[in-house]
């Protein structure tokens, strides 16, 4: 019976302990073990495993804090074995978190040898960097360059307009004040006196200071006093450190009436100051597109190189300006009178009136050829056809020759009246 007993008590002991080995090496947390509960011959085993225990529950505790990234934990005291490859782990993070700050301050001279693959990846990481760095700092130079240089050309811009007629206004973009004006050497703002003489020379200044608009650039007109004329540059830039539109103002007055000028030229025949052929061929063909109804009236000069080869050029010039001064105060302003050759000529008017046309020259012909102040007969010849809106077929060449067409029926007659100035 005793030795059963025995057995008995044992296998109790031995379950004891190992349910309890068991907690600390699967369960979570144990609180507390009772070692009174185990027989003498146990008690000293039960006690080695809370050693044990407590050892395991500092590696809990320690590896927790140093998964959350602690790395201010103490380290576990010297005997605790266990946690001695953490430690070891706890100091080279701590070393290299060290170093990852001396990589944040630009030293990228720290490297890491001791973590295997996590020393490649940062050694590589630190490379990288430092190259990107290189890169940045070559790109930063490179632009600080090229402000400097931007800015050298501003001054040398500024420097340059300040001696020509242009004006340049820089206004600042929230206050609307003028900061800056090149027609005079200032500091600071612009005082009030030098910005009456320019709006005096300038009368829409009020209307450069007005001005606001998301175009990065814009180029438009404005009239000043007494039909001048001036182009305006305006654009946005940072002038002195303030959003600012700038305005470069020049004087095109001579610019504009230059092109009115050879507008006129281009547009006018010389010796009548009448519309040449080019503007009729432009004027003509806005009718035949647009399908304008208009009436063509065709003429042409009778005896002009006769008058010429009898009289001289003169003559003959005089001769076709006589003719031109007739025919114009028969008709009215807006009519198109043009010369499209030596002795040929075109007036166009709008709407289909070839009756009217017909008795109206007759009756300027009459008139023309009652010329007595002349050592010749005075004559012309003429054909009118009108032009129907959207039924015309005809081109400008087609009508042209369907007008000359009629018109030889009216020089046939002429020279029989007149022979002698179809001599030639």
């Not at 059963?4 to 090496?25: H, Q, V």
């Not at 020049?250 to 006018?268: G, S």
């Not at 076709?320 to 010369?339: L, S």
Request: proline share 1%; glycine share 4%.
């Amino acid at each position: 019976m005793k030795e059963s007993g025995a057995k008995m008590d044992t296998n109790k002991n031995c379950e004891l302990l190992f349910e309890y080995l068991r907690g600390i090496l699967y369960d979570s947390w144990i609180e507390h073990f009772e070692v009174s509960e185990l027989s003498e011959p146990y008690q000293n085993l039960g006690r080695g495993l809370q050693y044990l225990q407590n050892a395991v529950n500092e590696l809990v505790l320690y590896s927790a804090e140093l998964s959350k990234g602690n790395l201010s934990i103490e380290f576990p005291k010297e005997y605790n074995f266990l946690c001695e490859n953490l430690k070891n782990l706890h100091a080279n993070l701590n070393h290299l978190t060290w170093q990852a700050q001396q990589v944040a301050k630009g030293d990228y001279s720290q490297h890491v040898a001791y973590l295997g693959e996590f020393s490649t990846a940062f050694n590589e990481m630190t490379k990288q960097l430092k190259e990107r760095e290189e890169l940045l700092t070559e790109a930063a130079e490179k632009a600080e360059r090229r402000a400097e240089m931007i800015e050298g050309y501003n001054e040398l811009l500024v420097e340059m307009l300040s001696k020509r007629k242009e004006w340049l206004l820089v206004v600042d973009k929230d206050s609307k004040e003028i900061i800056y004006c090149n027609k005079r050497k200032q500091m600071g703002s612009v005082d009030d006196s030098f910005c009456q003489t320019c709006k005096r020379r300038l009368p829409f200044q009020s209307e450069l200071l007005k001005w606001k608009s998301k175009e990065q650039y814009k180029v438009w007109e404005m009239q000043g006093e007494l039909d001048t004329a001036y182009r305006v540059t305006s654009f946005q830039m940072e002038w002195k450190e303030r959003s600012s539109y700038v305005h470069v103002v020049v004087d095109i007055t001579d610019e504009k009436r230059n092109v009115r000028n050879l507008t006129n030229k281009a547009n006018h025949d010389p010796l009548t100051g009448i519309k040449n052929r080019s503007f009729f061929e432009e004027y003509m063909d806005i009718v035949l597109c647009e399908e304008l109804e208009a009436t063509l009236c065709y003429l042409k000069l009778d005896g002009l190189e006769y008058v010429n080869e009898t009289f001289g050029r003169q003559e003959g010039d005089s001769y076709i300006q006589n003719f031109v001064e007739i025919v114009k105060k028969n008709f009215r302003g807006g009519d198109t009178f043009a010369r499209i050759g030596g002795d040929e000529f075109c007036v166009v008017l709008t709407g289909n009136m070839a009756e009217l046309m017909n008795r109206k020259l007759a009756e300027i012909l009459r008139e023309f050829q009652e010329e007595i102040t002349r050592k010749y007969q005075c004559s012309f010849s003429y054909g009118i056809v009108e032009i129907s809106d959207k039924n015309n077929t005809l081109t400008l060449e087609e009508i042209l020759q369907k007008a000359e067409a009629i018109l030889q029926e009216c020089r046939d007659k002429n020279i029989e009246k007149y022979p002698s100035i179809f001599m030639l």
